[in-house]
């Protein structure tokens, strides 16, 4: 244990950085930028929307399938999430639904993820 005199000589403690500026990103800017990126963190969504914005047209369920290197189940629960987040839309003509991105929705997410970016930057 320490004497007075010794805590006394002893060197004051100084910090071994700067310190840090807070944060540009406040808590609702950081999760709506954490969501844009969840929805394009999967190959299978990526590939969904790189298909669908080649497109001239709509893009029929079936075809959605046949290109992508996995079963119906989880091609459906991708289109479900993109759909759910804005950036594709649906439209059903007798038994099979046709797909198509939403070009507004895509432009403004790329927007943001770059504006976040530039910010944090």
């Known amino acids: ?17 700067a310190p840090i500026t807070p944060a540009r990103l406040d808590d609702e800017a950081v999760q709506r930028f954490t969501d844009d990126l969840t929805i394009l963190a999967h190959p299978i969504r990526v590939q969904i929307l790189d298909l669908l914005s080649r497109s001239a047209g709509d893009v029929c369920v079936c075809d959605l399938e046949a290109a992508l290197p996995v079963k119906q189940p989880t091609v459906s629960h991708h289109l479900r999430l993109l759909r759910e987040a804005g950036l594709i839309d649906s439209e059903r003509r007798g038994l099979w639904a046709y797909y198509f991105v939403q070009r507004e929705a895509l432009a403004a997410l790329r927007q943001r993820i770059v504006a976040q970016f530039d910010a944090i930057s």
């Open 1 to 17: 244990m320490m004497t007075t005199a010794e805590q006394t000589t002893q060197p004051q403690a100084v910090a071994c950085c």
